[in-house]
C-alpha cells in the first residue's frame, strides 16, 4: 500500500513499505500521528505531530503541527508553518500565488 503511519514514534524503526522511506538514523524526528504516503523523508528532518506528507521528497526540513505537503518533487532546507500546506498544483496556469506573513523571505 505504500504508505507509512507513525503512531509511536519510539517503536517506529526505520520503515520502508514500498516508496515510503523514512531515514530515522540520519537526524529524523517524526511525531505522533504522522500519515506519510508515497514518500522519502530524511535526513535531518523533524515532522510535528499532525502532518500529513504524501507522493514528496523532504530533506533538511522542520514541519509544525498539522503541515501538510503533497506532490513536490523535491523540497529541503524549508521551515513549514503550522497549519500550512505545500501542494504541487496540476494547474496549467504557471504563475507562483504567494501569501507571505511579516519578515517573510522567498527564494524562487
Same mark, same amino acid.
Do not use: Q
Given at each position: %500500500?505504500?504508505?507509512? @503511519? ?5 517503536? #517506529? #524503526? ?6 515510503? =522511506?523514512?531515514?530515522?538514523? @540520519? ?7 504522522? $500519515? ?11 515532522? #510535528?505531530?499532525? =502532518? ?8 533538511? =526540513?522542520? $514541519?509544525? *503541527?498539522? /503541515?501538510?505537503? *503533497? ?13 500550512? #500546506? ?8 504557471? /504563475?507562483?500565488? @504567494? %501569501?507571505?506573513?511579516?519578515?517573510? *523571505?522567498?527564494?524562487?
Amino acid at each position: %500500500m505504500n504508505r507509512v @503511519l507513525v503512531i509511536d514514534p519510539d517503536r #517506529a #524503526a526505520t520503515r520502508a513499505l514500498g516508496l515510503a =522511506c523514512l531515514e530515522r538514523d @540520519l537526524g529524523v524526528v517524526i511525531a505522533e500521528n504522522v $500519515l506519510i504516503e508515497n514518500s522519502f523523508v530524511g535526513p535531518f528532518t523533524s515532522v #510535528a505531530s499532525g =502532518c500529513r506528507i504524501a507522493s514528496s521528497v523532504l530533506e533538511h =526540513c522542520v $514541519l509544525l *503541527e498539522n /503541515a501538510r505537503i *503533497e506532490n513536490i518533487d523535491r523540497l529541503e532546507d524549508s521551515l513549514i508553518g503550522k497549519n500550512s #500546506a505545500v501542494i504541487k498544483s496540476d494547474n496549467t496556469h504557471h /504563475a507562483y500565488r @504567494l %501569501m507571505l506573513g511579516d519578515d517573510s *523571505e522567498v527564494a524562487l
